[in-house]
């Protein structure tokens, strides 16, 4: 597909009125060398969050999209790259070549960045890699920074005075060990390179930042040429095929044969999804459903308000396609994963801005999605609020509990019932595979929602074990899917790890043990509908430690940082025959 082609290329004349106002007129330039690779118009940049194209033009929005931690507070830098487009393969020196039209003149700053490796997004937390950014500044600077891989910020950022604004034709030189800047031809100077493109790939990013006028319109992308420097060889590599080859041995495959349906999920990363092969082969052959990890959350759909951006999310419903793979979207209603501007509202205001989110959220998937989990975690953490009358429910850091109390929840599903009425509806919840108070208020809450009415259809039990003291046995877990069963409403295992810990050969017992013995409770009990862990693999596994850079990964999950079955893989086949 063509720049302009699929969905983009059927945009209205709006469009053009906004790249217009952008400073982005006239098509696009090709390359003028044999051994220049035209980058633009002869690949597809529609699916690059953040953008439109149209006419040989790509035009780059602030989207501003940032990471929170689970508190609340701080704000990573989460831009987003081009996953679904073109990348390229170096065996040696390269120049990269770009025409950014509409920087400079104090309208936030234009960014175009490589990188060597793609960043890895963990449960709210973004592991830098290798890259180089460079752009044009609001006062016109060039400025370039680096990411080395050994943490969060640049390692080196250097700028060079340009006096650029307009239109500017930036180049960056991967020359031996040196990176050499140039503007318009002009050589602005050189930064030392680390290693970044070590590996010989390069992955492209494009940035607008808002600046202090958050209406920006951002700037436009009308040339991007990739040559080959000193002999050395540079392929264009396009995005690969989504479809992947079956077995009659997999998990999915053993799903299939139990006597009513039945599905075994993970949740998936779409990073990983397009830039690792065995993860993208495993994933497409192993499961029947699965969980977007980080996609569909607030922060990553609806970064800023009014603004949304699907693509990740749609290169996710799309792979499930392409592998007859149902999706359960994780989550329209939360605390956690949201934006900094869905808390800074009076009560009216947040109850208008979770009626829209849904609205257009679930709206947008509406025949794509087959689960949603409406509310995420709604109970709290603080145990006074088991006995001191707020009924169990989360109140500290919940905009949604603080606006509307317990109703958040009651609007929150019929808002999603209402958008897409054919969808299961789930509340997702951890902690609530033991007995005690946490239980016992999330039945309550259950069964008050049936009692009014609420299209609740299921409850999602997290099963996190990461530690001794969360392991549970089997058949309490049963009892309360058979609770449930009484209120009509439907279970599902939902994210279950569990980390094995310094002893090896027990720790994988462990494992095993717990993910096949909540496996067997879903298959024996007939309103349990389905298996899902919280990723497949220790090498993308939320539970690396992330204290350390880069993060050790965790041994959490079926498969090792290698991508080799565990004993626990073995155990969850065997429990399908047994079922």
């Given amino acids: 597909m063509g720049l302009g082609g699929g969905t983009w290329q059927r945009l209205t004349a709006l469009v053009l009125v906004m790249a217009v106002a952008a400073g982005c007129t006239g098509k696009g330039e090709g390359a003028d060398g044999g051994n220049d690779e035209d980058l633009l118009r002869s690949h597809d940049w529609t699916q690059m969050p953040g953008t439109t194209a149209r006419n040989d033009i790509l035009r780059v929005s602030a989207l501003d999209r940032h990471i929170v931690e689970q508190d609340s507070s701080g704000g990573q830098p989460n831009p987003p790259l081009n996953l679904a487009g073109p990348h390229l393969r170096s065996d040696g020196d390269f120049t990269v070549t770009a025409r950014m039209s509409g920087v400079g003149d104090d309208d936030g700053d234009s960014w175009l960045r490589l990188y060597g490796r793609v960043p890895v997004i963990y449960d709210e937390w973004r592991q830098e890699r290798p890259s180089l950014r460079v752009g044009v500044t609001a006062d016109g600077q060039v400025k370039v920074q680096i990411w080395d891989g050994e943490g969060d910020e640049p390692s080196t950022s250097k700028s060079f005075d340009c ?252 808002a999603a019932h209402r958008a897409d009425p054919k969808a299961r509806l789930f509340l997702n919840e951890y902690g609530v595979e033991e007995e005690g108070e946490r239980w016992d208020a999330l039945y309550d809450l259950v069964k008050r929602l049936k009692e009014r009415g609420v299209p609740i259809d299921g409850v999602g039990f997290q099963n996190h074990e990461y530690a001794p003291g969360d392991r549970i046995d089997p058949e309490t877990f049963r009892s309360h899917v058979r609770d449930l069963a009484e209120l009509g409403v439907q279970a599902r295992v939902s994210e279950m790890d569990v980390p094995i810990g310094e002893d090896e050969e027990e720790g994988q017992q462990t494992q095993a043990d717990e993910m096949a013995g909540k496996l067997r409770v879903c298959l024996e009990e007939p309103n349990c509908t389905s298996f899902s862990t919280w990723g497949f693999t220790d090498r993308y596994g939320s539970t690396a430690d992330t204290k350390v850079y880069p993060p050790r990964t965790a041994d959490s999950l079926p498969w090792d940082a290698a991508l080799r079955p565990k004993l626990a893989y073995e155990r969850l086949l065997e429990a399908f025959e047994e079922a």
Avoid at 179 to 198: E, I, S
Avoid at 222 to 245: C, F, H
Avoid at 377 to 406: C, V
Wanted: aromatic share 8%; with cysteine; hydrophobic share 40%.
């Fill in 163 to 414: 006096g650029c604004s307009g239109t500017v034709t930036l180049a960056v030189s991967s020359i031996g060990d040196t990176f050499r800047v140039k503007a318009d031809g002009r050589r602005l100077g050189t930064v030392q390179d680390p290693g970044v493109f070590a590996e010989g790939t390069v992955w492209f990013g494009l940035e607008a930042d808002a600046g202090e006028d958050e209406r920006r319109e951002g700037w436009c992308l009308t040339q991007l040429i990739a040559r080959a420097e000193s002999g050395d060889s540079l392929r264009v590599i396009k995005a690969p095929q989504l479809r992947q080859e079956q077995s009659d041995d997999s998990l999915r495959a053993r799903a299939a044969g139990v006597r009513r349906p039945f599905d075994v999920g993970t949740a998936l990363a779409e990073n990983p999804l397009l830039t690792d092969s065995r993860y993208r082969a495993l994933a497409g052959s192993q499961f029947s459903m699965l969980t977007p990890e980080n996609a569909f959350k607030p922060q990553f759909l609806h970064p800023r308000r009014g603004v949304y951006d699907f693509r990740d999310a749609d290169l996710l419903v799309r792979f499930a396609r392409a592998n007859d793979m149902k999706v359960h979207a994780h989550t329209l209603v939360w605390h956690e994963a949201l934006p900094n501007w869905m808390r800074e509202n009076d009560s009216k205001e947040v109850r208008r801005t979770m009626l829209r989110h849904i609205a257009m959220i679930a709206g947008h998937f509406k025949g794509e999605v087959a689960e949603w989990d409406v509310v995420n975690e709604p109970m709290s953490d603080d145990e006074k609020s088991y006995t001191n009358g707020d009924l169990g429910l989360r109140s500290e850091q919940s905009p949604w509990f603080e606006a509307m109390g317990e109703e958040y929840i009651d609007e929150a599903f019929r």
